[in-house]
């Protein structure tokens, strides 16, 4: 039985009887492949990438598995359309909270029509591809004292400023209330989700390492996606507590070139400014338990 | 003091129609006409802040031109110039790259006007699809004893492959001029290699570059020099001295807490340019 995946935070989404993605009860994620030759394009990069010994064992982890192309009843009911078959990366996580940022200082590339060159660089210009190097696409993250997920509305996503996005990135590791606007993020998951040798950050950097010699592959408007668990992080008591398992994954290959031996510098300037942003929050979040602890120790 | 036009000028203004151009003096100093439109201020602004700013880190000023403030000068109608140290100045005879560094000149705070003018620019040269172009140069032939410079027509028309042949042509021996001869990339190792050659350079800036948050440099360029004497004289002693420079600070902007990210892709994908070259020496194309 197919149904539309719960945890969608960008791209097309598979309701009201629109044609999008869909996941099964085996942890399979199904994408079909568009109209244009969009979804064709992102197959031929899962064939090219799976089976291209130039891709360092450690990197593959960063990409989805791919099982091909199959036949599958669209979600909006206009038959059995091709659809790509790929490990749904939420799947193995019960309450994900999840965040897609576009990386690069600009989505369109050469050799693309006016219009959608047009198309591109206007909403370039108007979110922070242009000034960061990225734009957060959308997030969801869940919410204890609701129980239940919060979902940023996409309208203000795409209207962030840089203060904007500082701030969506902080949200997203908080515990309070993601509702309440006036509430200060409080970054309690901050270190768990984003530090550590296994967290965020270390995983874009083992990415950036790659980015700075890999000529393979051009990522035009490709998407960062963050992923952690929320539900354990709290229940955590004792030490054999589940982890936050923080993953960064990358995904949407639509408009993914060949490198003809030229690095992805587009991409790889946009990821080194999200990794300034993720530095950033981590050392806000140190000084600020150093002060605590300061504060503590001399009584207060 | 005795003013005249500087000898290895590779990219940016020359003296033309009346118009001033940079001058060079006999004690190592370099003026540089204030540019018109703001340019010129903006120049003016960033030298000043940068030689106070006590967040650059030491071990980066030796790739800035040094400031020596601005004075008007005759000759050139009392119009006030810039006055930089003289990067040529140690050097006799030397060869000179100005490479634009950046997959975009532009920037958002830019008219709309610039915005497509550089637009245009970028897309038909190799900044889009390299992160970087090459401004011109200056060479030293050595077969031929002699300063080569191309055309500013075929800089333009350069595509990566262009740029690539040009970075090995920058470190060869052979003649230049002969386009269809191979580049021999005979000083490679001696300029973009070693220790403190030029590749050691790029990757101090590069990790300056990934955390710096003070300044923006929109189109700014690299400037690549090395001193062909030495090599002539086939002295073990003085070597080719290279160096990395950033020139042209007429578009610096404010970082405001943002690292200058469209600058480090460039200078990454350069990066990456000589390391291949340092790779792979005798080879004049990528297949």
Same mark, same amino acid.
């Given at each position: 039985?197919l ?76 038959g ?70 919060? =979902? #940023? @509305?996409? +309208? $203000? %996503?795409?209207?962030?400023n ?9 949200k ?33 950097l ?20 963050m ?17 936050? =398992? #923080? @993953?960064? +994954? $990358? %995904? ?17 300037g ?31 | 003091?005795q ?122 040269t ?38 690539r ?43 300056w ?21 030495s ?57």
């Open positions: 039985m149904k539309v995946p719960e945890h969608q935070v960008a791209g097309h989404i598979a309701s009201d009887g629109k044609l999008g993605p869909l996941v099964d009860d085996q942890g399979r994620f199904f994408k079909p492949l568009q109209g244009d030759s969009r979804g064709e394009h992102e197959a031929k990069f899962y064939e090219s990438f799976t089976s291209n010994k130039k891709v360092p064992y450690h990197i593959r982890r960063y990409f989805p598995v791919c099982h091909g192309t199959q036949l599958v009843e669209a979600s909006d009911g206009s059995k359309l091709p659809h790509l078959v790929l490990d749904d990366v939420v799947s193995v996580y019960s309450n994900p909270s999840v965040m897609d940022v576009k990386i690069g200082s600009r989505t369109w590339y050469l050799d693309v029509s006016e219009e959608y060159f047009k198309k591109c660089i206007k909403k370039d210009r108007q979110t922070t591809t242009v000034s960061l190097g990225f734009r957060v696409s959308g997030f969801k993250i869940f919410d204890h004292q609701e129980s239940s997920f919060w =979902r #940023a @509305e996409k +309208k $203000l %996503v795409l209207g962030y840089a203060d904007g996005a500082r701030l969506a990135l902080r997203f590791v908080s515990s309070n209330s993601p509702a309440d606007s006036n509430l200060t993020p409080n970054c309690a998951f901050a270190s768990e989700v984003y530090g550590g040798s296994n967290g965020i950050l270390a995983q874009l083992e990415l950036k390492d790659w980015f700075e010699i890999q000529t393979l592959y051009h990522f035009n408007s490709c998407s960062i996606l992923i952690y668990e929320n539900e354990s992080i709290l229940m955590k008591e004792g030490d054999d507590a589940p982890e936050a =398992r #923080a @993953e960064v +994954k $990358l %995904v949407d290959f639509a408009h993914v070139l060949d490198g003809n031996g030229v690095i992805d510098h587009n991409f790889l946009g990821l080194c400014s999200f990794i300034k942003f993720i530095k950033d929050i981590l050392q806000s979040v140190d000084k600020r338990d150093e002060t605590d602890t300061s504060l503590l120790e001399n009584g207060r | 003091m003013l005249k036009a500087p000898e290895h000028q590779v990219a940016g203004h020359i003296a033309k129609d009346g118009k001033p151009g940079p001058l060079v003096d006999d004690k190592g100093r370099f003026f540089k006409p204030l540019q018109g439109d703001s340019r010129g201020e903006i120049e003016v602004k960033f030298y000043e802040s940068f030689s106070s700013n006590t967040e650059v880190p030491e071990h980066i000023r030796r790739y800035f031109p040094v400031y020596h403030g601005t004075q008007a000068v005759e000759g050139s109608d009392g119009a006030a110039m810039i006055v930089l140290e003289n990067l040529l100045a140690d050097f006799s005879k030397p060869s000179v790259m100005d490479v634009k560094m950046g997959t975009r000149t532009w920037y958002p705070e830019a008219s709309e006007e610039y915005i497509q003018k550089c637009l245009k620019k970028d897309t038909g190799t900044t889009v699809s390299a992160g970087f172009r090459i401004s011109g140069f200056e060479v030293f032939d050595h077969k031929e004893s002699s300063f080569w410079k191309p055309e500013r027509k075929l800089l333009r028309g350069l595509n990566v492959d262009g740029a042949l040009t970075l090995r042509k920058f470190v060869s021996s052979n003649s230049l001029s002969d386009i269809g001869s191979k580049p021999d990339s005979a000083f490679a190792s001696s300029v973009y290699g070693s220790s403190h050659g030029i590749l050691t350079q790029l990757l101090e800036l590069k990790n570059f990934e955390n710096q948050t003070l300044y923006h440099f929109n189109s700014c360029s690299i400037l690549m020099v090395y001193e062909n004497e090599i002539l004289k086939g002295n073990d002693d003085d070597d080719a001295r290279p160096q990395v420079k950033l020139v042209d600070f007429a578009h610096v902007l404010d970082g405001n807490g943002v690292i200058d990210h469209n600058f480090l892709g460039g200078l990454c994908s350069f990066i990456n340019f000589i390391r291949d070259i340092l790779q792979s020496p005798n080879e004049s194309a990528e297949s």
